[in-house]
């Protein structure tokens, strides 16, 4: 615990968002020392950085129980699906962030879709194969004007969606993933979806299990280069 009714928070991640986290939680009154796990050189300026890998459950409970941390913070999608905050829970250790089975959300592509389809939750059409065979013949039998998205089903660190142009970029895509561009954990499934057109907005909300408060929406804008051009990333920044 932090001194004089303050909490010492971990943040787990190496990222611009954790970096954000940190920055905001310097912020408040309320909050002793900050750690992030494993951080990076923005995070080092607003707090103290420690070299554990945000998926090193053994390692991240070790420190929360050394440094006597209040509060952990979880950003990335990588630890949330490893099980770190049913770890910490489990460990009676508070923390903020879904649950691994929250979670699938995010880490499984054709589960979302699933979960969006059978709640009758708006979403675009896709067809999930487990080959790049499937997939390819698939796209062949789509008409020549059909535009669509490729995407591995798991976590690709932003990289397992491309959006294609036409029918030889789908192809394209689909043998890029199966050959390397993303961690084989990622392609159990491809999922090849129907392209819809316009601004992309995230809207965030937070849960407790049994109630939820909306908060507010942002743009990610995920292309590379300037002018919204060049292969998708995590996030070259948001508004």
């Not at 053994?58 to 209040?70: M, N, T």
């Not at 630890?79 to 499984?108: C, I, K, N, Y």
Request: glycine residues 14%; hydrophobic residues 45%.
């Amino acid at each position: 615990m932090g001194v004089a009714g303050t909490t010492d928070v971990l943040v787990i991640g190496s990222g611009g968002r954790e970096h954000a986290l940190a920055w905001k939680l310097r912020q408040s009154a309320r909050v002793g020392r900050i750690l992030i796990a494993p951080g990076n050189g923005g995070t080092a300026g607003v707090g103290q950085n420690i070299a554990i890998a945000d998926t090193d459950i053994p390692g991240l409970l070790k420190a929360v129980k050394e440094h006597g941390i209040g509060l952990t913070v979880v950003g990335p999608e990588a630890p949330l699906a490893a099980g770190v905050v049913d770890a910490l829970q489990a460990a009676g250790h508070p923390v903020f962030g879904p649950t691994r089975a929250a979670a699938r959300l995010e880490s499984s592509k054709a589960w979302a879709k699933a979960f969006m389809v059978r709640h009758g939750i708006p979403t675009a059409g896709a067809t999930a194969f487990k080959s790049a065979a499937e997939a390819v013949a698939y796209i062949d039998h789509l008409g020549a004007d059909r535009k669509v998205v490729v995407k591995a089903d798991g976590l690709a660190a932003g990289k397992g969606v491309i959006v294609a142009d036409s029918r030889a970029d789908a192809r394209a895509a689909v043998r890029s993933l199966y050959s390397g561009a993303v961690p084989a954990s990622a392609i159990s499934q491809v999922l090849i979806e129907e392209r819809l057109s316009g601004p992309e907005v995230s809207v965030f909300a937070f849960v407790d299990g049994s109630h939820v408060s909306a908060e507010v929406a942002a743009c990610d804008y995920k292309r590379v280069g300037d002018g919204d051009v060049g292969p998708n990333t995590g996030g070259m920044g948001a508004y």
